[in-house]
């Protein structure tokens, strides 16, 4: 959509997107997959209405129905190996979930918790027994399971749940137990009316002895009843996600075989010895639950695409809604016209398309790590930081992106039928499930932390202390390793000590520059923190909770970091051309709108002059307008199928 | 709460509150119609459940019972004559409606409607007549009505709609007519199911002449169904709020007598003559308006107290569940006992306070303009852009602090029974009713810039300009005006260039010095940009469009100032104690955690060091741990009944 009357002055010419083209980029290898998923939206349309309309559980059926519907077509089983009727291909199935997020998002969490949850449990941390047993079932939605994990005296702390599982030798049997109402297992998904089975997350107890979390399967439902010895509650109406069957269990001296442990790795022989392969018993539970890293990045992805279904009905909303007398002639302006309406929008349209890049990276990093028939701890653990830290910033961005978009759509943005209720509602606990975010952007920090210490220090034999909850961290810390750290941030720039005042705003060298300069700052500051607290003798886990904001920027500011190297990157594989120009835009509004925000910051450690912050604020709103023309495109190349927008009224 | 263990070196002592003298300084002069309100909503609290329980009708039929039976007891007509069977106190309204918020906000919003909005336009539109044959049956709500002003086609643009409403000397009658389908009434709250009548606005037309917006009562719906020529349409569920049933109405012809004008600013004469004591057609327009301050004060205080409702779950939840081992003997760590966590939820408990005195402010001077007898125009305009300031400030603070407070009780606070969910969907479209907040805050601004032209330039006989949509920006923003400004900013400086570098943190004149410095520089150099566009050729209205984010900002530094000096004032007439020092570490909070959130554009005006905005960081943890030691008091001095907070497992 050229322009010409908005053309600024100096040359720039306003980019003409060819939106076909341009969706295609954005759908990337993943185009066939995402396209099923967009028919089978479409096809299953009026379960938006069905989520106002039905009671509670008519609406839990309705979308059981519609998953199982979906099941058939091949589109939730992607991530299953194809001898069990999977697709064989874990990439396209994060692919497909991420286009799910277009649609009721019941639809996709019930999807997320039957293939993610309870389907990955049993493919990752289960054997071939379990496979040939279940797999077949699950893929097609006849079996439904859950993911016990969370208790509701420990959410985010999964080491010290108290669910017991104690293994007696005698029926080589594991006699599970909820010990103590804290214990109850809690929110489980499919748990209240769905599920079957459970992969039930324990204290493993062989011979007396403790030997840490494992999961089992075991049955909780039969023939609609709960099994014997398990009792179920109905976690009962929800914020959103009401299609959803949460609820709470509780087993009282449960039985199940030998064999319900999964086994993957641990076992415990029929004479009850214990045994493992992995020896450290932090490593073996981390080992465990970092298979289960594709739900976060799947959150992550389902997160960013949610932002663009509030996203595309702002902004077309605002490209056709007059409002106000401003032109000379009495007509009213378009909405989009508006500088602080550009400035709600456009920002988040930017930082959405970014987001969008660093998922690419990082389904791809997945992709690979779980193609490949051996583990690469390295690889593994880099994908496990993304996921983490891509997770919690996607998700408070699509809390954020949702909020705003309900706003610039005024009291028609509060009606049902204009899809922000639904959105905002059934998002809202992206933030909290699958790792609280403020959780896993400390795992984030803690994971740079070892890196370094690691990296400088040769403590490879040691590495896996990162895994460890209450972080090791007078072996992190040594002062060697807090001078590398600084001398790391001095090598950083790129040359001179006005690399920051002489380089153009619009270079991504520079914003790289800045974003890697603020990680490299805060790290080195908070290790510094660190040490000082661990010098005057305060305990580790003491010391890090009083630093804590500091851990969080941290992570923070290594996430965006990764997102804006992921943007340009891209960019730069990029031919020339219009879409190109036009991510440029993006590409730039994101990275400025990103040093505009902690500006704080950069002024405080001597990086940014006053005068050049307030350069990029007028950077920033040249950039809003130059997006603006183009931003109705930029939306529609997301592709989002009309029926999943319904806002009749607004979208005309 | 003492707690000796925790209390710093430096000799402070952690103050001992006594919650009940807190809590009765907190209700001050309205503690018995708060105390009954309190009452009210125990005795009904069962509504809390029945949002869960009930079909979308049902739900409607019981909150409109539940207002009826409140209604009874006096507590809905404390702003009615008491000649008519009201209370004769505005004051005494507001602060019932500010605690109805503890409760279901439908319940609060459907008051408002009936009492406020319908009610209000009857008693301060209307004169005897309307009076008499209203009042009395609306008082106790035997008869419903609704506030017909709002059409699709604009929302916030009141001047501009397009109801139609013709006089016909004939019949002595109003025709009253829907002119196109963007000027449907929508959103009306009580439309859908309840209303008889409905006070509607539209553009009088009298012998072939428009006399602009005016109000008239018409019946819309008789026994239930709707009146003839009445089209009513459910705008269907809601994010929140589906305890009031809003709608679209239709007029087709419809015919109203002459006595149906709301004739207290203006009338027509039987024989079809047009008028008005008010001769300019702006000023009356304006001055009608005027009369529905209140509407936006009560949302003001509705949205301060549901804020407390989050905090006050958010903040004993996390002053009793245990995360994470922090400490050496293997405990762990109570939530609030973390940085993070302080850093969450302390600066919006302050912000909290701050509100709620400055909402105190707003209601006196309410109070005091709406019992005189006669106007006071200066006085007005000063209540109605406080009101507008302190209503868009003091909803995003609700959605904010509701957000935030959810997430702080992570899982457990996305189940229905722990309040967060209708919490945050009823109180969602507090940042658009009653004013959308963008639209207020840059009323505020304009009424700043005019205010300030008038003071200099003696343009009182133009004053009401500021009434004006597309302001007059060539007559306010003369050079002598903006040259004024600028000697103002300087002016305002306590003494000395380095006033800003020496003063203490903790001292409230270099707070208020601080935001007041902000807010007149702001004022300037949104003036001087103004003046260069006007200078450069530019159209008012487009030149006030292209600094629309300036236009923001200097209201929300106004109203930052205004809050903080209502914070100061209170502080200053209390006497000395334990409550005194209490309230002290909160207004210190709320002003130095303000002046962190803009450390940015303060850094880049020169009114702080880097040196200092960290120290500022600082000072804010430290009052952070000073709170929260006696962070349980100050919620339980806010008085909330225990069966409006729920969450049974969250507050144990």
Request: glycine share 10%.
């Amino acid at each position: 959509m050229v322009n010409d009357s908005e053309a600024p002055a100096n040359g720039y010419v306003q980019p003409s997107i060819d939106v076909k083209a341009l969706a295609a980029l954005l759908d990337g290898a993943y185009g066939e997959i995402r396209d099923l998923v967009r028919a089978n939206l479409t096809q299953h349309a009026e379960v938006l209405e069905d989520a106002e309309r039905l009671g509670l559980d008519a609406f839990r059926d309705r979308v059981r129905d519609v998953v199982v519907e979906m099941a058939a077509t091949g589109q939730t089983g992607m991530g299953f190996p194809q001898a069990y009727g999977g697709g064989g291909d874990v990439g396209a199935s994060i692919a497909a979930f991420e286009t799910l997020a277009f649609g009721d998002l019941s639809v996709l969490v019930k999807t997320g918790v039957q293939f993610g949850l309870f389907g990955g449990a049993i493919l990752h941390l289960g054997t071939e027994r379990h496979h040939e047993a279940y797999l077949p079932r699950l893929i097609t939605g006849e079996l439904m399971g859950c993911f016990a994990m969370t208790e509701t005296g420990h959410g985010s702390d999964v080491q010290a749940l108290r669910t017991q599982a104690r293994y007696d030798p005698d029926s080589a049997e594991f006699v599970i137990t909820t010990d103590g109402e804290a214990a109850r297992k809690d929110y489980i998904g499919n748990a209240a009316r769905h599920a079957e089975l459970a992969v039930v997350f324990a204290q493993l107890e062989v011979g007396g002895r403790q030997e840490g979390v494992h999961a089992f399967v075991v049955p909780i439902r039969i023939d609609g009843a709960p099994a014997p010895g398990v009792r179920i509650e109905d976690d009962g109406r929800k914020m959103g996600l009401n299609g959803v069957d949460n609820g709470r269990i509780w087993f009282d001296q449960v039985r199940v075989p030998r064999e319900a442990l999964l086994n993957r790795f641990a076992d415990v022989t029929a004479d009850g010895t214990y045994r493992s392969e992995i020896e450290n018993p932090g490593r073996r539970f981390f080992t465990m639950l970092g298979t289960l890293v594709q739900g976060r990045v799947s959150v992550a992805g389902a997160a960013v695409n949610a932002s663009k279904v509030a996203l595309t009905i702002a902004v077309k909303y605002a490209s056709r809604r007059r409002q106000f007398t401003a032109a000379a002639d009495g007509e009213e302006q378009l909405l989009l016209d508006y500088g602080t309406h550009q400035r709600r929008l456009l920002p988040l349209l930017a930082r959405t398309y970014a987001l969008h890049f660093a998922q690419d990276v990082v389904r791809t990093q997945l992709h690979e790590v779980f193609s490949r028939p051996q583990a690469d701890d390295l690889a593994r653990r880099e994908l496990e930081s993304r996921a983490a830290g891509l997770k919690a910033l996607g998700t408070w961005h699509a809390t954020r992106t949702i909020q705003e978009c309900r706003e610039a759509c005024g009291g028609a943005g509060y009606l049902a039928i204009n899809r922000f209720a639904a959105l905002k509602a059934d998002s809202d606990v992206f933030t909290t499930f699958e790792g609280d975010n403020h959780v896993l952007l400390q795992l984030v920090t803690k994971g740079l932390l070892t890196h370094h210490a690691s990296e400088f220090e040769n403590l490879d034999q040691r590495g896996m202390v990162r895994y460890v909850t209450a972080l090791a961290l007078d072996t992190i810390i040594e002062k060697a390793s807090v001078h590398k750290l600084l001398e790391r941030v001095r090598d950083l720039l790129p040359g001179g000590d006005q690399w920051d005042q002489e380089a153009g705003l619009l270079d991504s060298e520079y914003q790289l520059a800045m974003l890697r300069f603020r990680e490299e700052h805060m790290l080195a500051g908070l290790a510094r923190r660190l040490k000082r607290g661990m010098d005057q003798g305060g305990q580790p886990g003491a010391v890090f909770s009083q630093v804590q904001d500091h851990v969080i920027a941290v992570a923070s500011a290594h996430v965006e970091r990764l997102v804006l190297e992921a943007f340009v990157e891209r960019m730069r594989q990029l031919p020339d051309g219009d879409e190109k120009v036009a991510l440029g835009l993006l590409c730039d509004l994101f990275a400025l709108s990103t040093i505009e925000n902690d500006r704080a910051w950069f002024m405080e450690h001597g990086r940014l002059t006053a005068q050049r912050s307030k350069a990029i604020h007028r950077e920033v709103n040249d950039l809003c307008r130059k997006v603006r023309a183009i931003a109705v495109d930029l939306v529609d190349a997301w592709t989002i199928p009309a029926p999943m927008l319904r806002s009749p009224d607004l979208l005309g």
